[in-house]
């Protein structure tokens, strides 16, 4: 049902639908909004471990400041006998040293990839399909809008 609301000069009532779309994406932005910094750095480390690195944690003395030496939730390469070794340090929230290699860092890319294709796709406006609906009723809309003004005309 519409909700009711006052139009702009404050005379009678006008209808105003929210529709499905506007409000999932409202809903995503509130949830994603909802998750603290702590809880966004640990489901990157969950998506870390599934694709395959290493958590070492900085359990010494010598492992805290190499830890503490490294940009915070970050990826670094380095090269370790001509092979890439990719790290993601968290001084924050496990204290640790993720660890893994270009095949680890490659799933973790794919991975992050295929999350905001799907968040995209759940995004997406749905095509609207109705053979009686008209932009004709919509009036001129100006250059390179339709036959003398409307949706498709390109002069």
Not at 59 to 74: E, F, G, S, V, W
Not at 120 to 147: H, I
Request: with cysteine; glycine share 12%; proline share 9%.
């Amino acid at each position: 049902m519409p909700d009711i609301i006052a139009d702009r000069n404050g005379k009678g009532p006008r209808r105003h639908a929210v529709g499905g779309i506007g409000a999932l994406l409202l809903g995503t932005v509130v949830l994603a909004g909802c998750q603290t910094p702590q809880e966004r750095v640990q489901s990157k480390e969950n998506k870390l471990a599934a694709a395959g690195f290493d958590a070492k944690p900085a359990d010494t003395p010598q492992r805290q400041a190499m830890l503490n030496r490294l940009p915070p939730h970050k990826f670094v390469q380095r090269d370790v006998n001509g092979k890439y070794v990719y790290m993601y340090a968290d001084p924050l929230v496990c204290g640790c040293l993720y660890v893994g290699t270009q095949h680890a860092y490659n799933t973790y890319k794919q991975q992050m990839f295929q999350q905001r294709l799907a968040d995209e796709q759940q995004l997406t406006a749905q095509e609207y399909s109705d053979p009686a609906w008209s932009f004709g009723a919509w009036g001129p809309w100006g250059p390179g809008w339709g036959p003398g003004w409307g949706p498709g005309f390109y002069p």
